[in-house]
């Protein structure tokens, strides 16, 4: 079977590699350095599972039937389905995701292909599809959320939690076109995965197909409660931090009730990357005319995290100040949202240096996955020992190790020194 893939980010590239271990995969990318570099097995993107399958099939070890392209007509001539994966940044200005992108790889899809079927993959909001259903008289569109980690999407599609498809109940074709497709992600898994043992006494990976309204809810909803945990878990550090507590010991002990469990329990400087961000924000939105007082407590929580994260910062400089340090500089440890990322995409760390900068207090970026010589405004090095004898205060949203011998001037929340 041939499948087309429009998008190659971590959504796409990751499904793109798992589709092609059994399928004709062609990606399609308008980047032509990102196309070059999947032709030559290379991966435009930081994911060790991605890197690894590209080189296992560079060198012959582990054969993957996948070509990419700028070109629609060659990625989407021949597809029965097309995955589209392109992005929905969220628009402050219209409360809602910027849907462009997947509107135009449907016209460029139904240009090359009128039959196939497209399964929208990027994140929507809820009754996306449903209404470009309706608007667009096409009933071959599908919805198919990702529950995918920055840096490890190809390993959580190789081991995935759920499956789930969204088609209308009362098309026939549709459900059907969902199951197979639901099907192919399954084939395309850790063999292990597809004969494990369920809490509920069900084998396999667990898969739903349903409403697609409902499974764009799934998507919104579930990244919305992790939004929620680490905003908890934050609001848990704020609290301590100010009141003189050890953080680490109440959250091992919060973490001990199995009902609350000691997962995303790792205090940072607030939710940031790819996902949480805007799926919370286009939750909130979708809220419109239904009560509600939890969903805009999580959005205002990260602001105010953000918020103390940066006065605690201030306070530091004001110490190093009184001490006798002429202009602290304060150092960014990485812009990056989590270890094992290229994305720098609304971390959360940004945040901080906004509200820094905007006091008027020198920041100095070390950034080695940035090549540029700014950003914001701020100077960036790649030079990590100037980096770290430059600056008076550094901020990581994340330890490294890197910073062992200069601890005592590194400012985290990353007690338990994990994702």
Request: some cysteine.
């Amino acid at each position: 079977m041939k499948i087309a893939v429009a998008g190659t980010g971590y959504v796409g590239l990751s499904v793109a590699v798992l589709l092609a271990r059994h399928h004709e995969v062609s990606a399609l990318d308008i980047v032509p350095g990102k196309v070059g570099m999947l032709n030559r097995w290379e991966s435009p993107i930081r994911d060790a599972e991605i890197e690894r399958s590209l080189a296992g099939a560079a060198s012959g070890e582990r054969p993957l039937s996948l070509s990419a392209t700028t070109d629609p007509g060659e990625a989407y001539a021949g597809a029965e389905y097309v995955v589209v994966a392109t992005p929905t940044n969220y628009d402050p200005e219209r409360n809602f995701f910027d849907t462009s992108a997947v509107e135009a790889a449907m016209d460029a899809v139904r240009a090359v292909n009128p039959g196939a079927w497209i399964v929208v993959k990027s994140t929507v909001p809820v009754g996306y599809t449903e209404r470009v259903r309706a608007e667009r008289g096409d009933d071959r569109i599908i919805f198919s959320p990702e529950f995918l980690r920055e840096g490890h999407a190809l390993y959580d599609n190789l081991h995935p939690s759920r499956i789930v498809v969204g088609a209308p109940a009362d098309d026939p074709d549709a459900v059907a076109a969902a199951g197979r497709f639901a099907a192919l992600l399954e084939e395309g898994a850790d063999p292990a995965e597809r004969a494990r043992a369920n809490a509920d006494g069900t084998v396999g990976i667990p898969t739903l197909v349903l409403g697609p309204t409902e499974a764009e809810a799934v998507k919104l909803f579930a990244n919305t409660y992790l939004a929620l945990r680490v905003s908890y878990f934050n609001e848990l550090d704020t609290y301590c931090e100010v009141r003189g507590l050890d953080t680490a010991s109440v959250v091992r002990g919060v973490c001990l009730e199995p009902r609350i469990g000691s997962h995303y329990n790792n205090p940072s400087f607030g939710y940031g990357g790819y996902c949480l961000p805007k799926d919370t924000k286009q939750l909130l939105a979708n809220y419109r005319d239904v009560p509600q007082n939890l969903i805009s407590a999580i959005v205002e929580s990260n602001r105010t995290r953000k918020d103390h994260i940066a006065d605690e910062v201030l306070r530091r400089v004001n110490d190093l100040v009184y001490a006798g340090a002429p202009a602290p500089t304060v150092g960014v440890y990485r812009l990056t949202m989590k270890s094992g990322s290229d994305n720098f995409r609304a971390s959360s760390v940004q945040g901080i240096m906004k509200r820094v900068k905007a006091r008027g207090v020198p920041v100095l970026v070390y950034e080695p996955a940035l090549d540029a010589p700014e950003f914001f405004g701020s100077e960036v090095t790649r030079d990590l020992e100037a980096f770290k004898s430059r600056c008076d205060l550094i901020v990581a949203n994340r330890w490294s190790d890197e910073l062992a011998d200069v601890a005592g001037k590194v400012y985290t929340r990353d007690l338990f020194r994990r994702d």
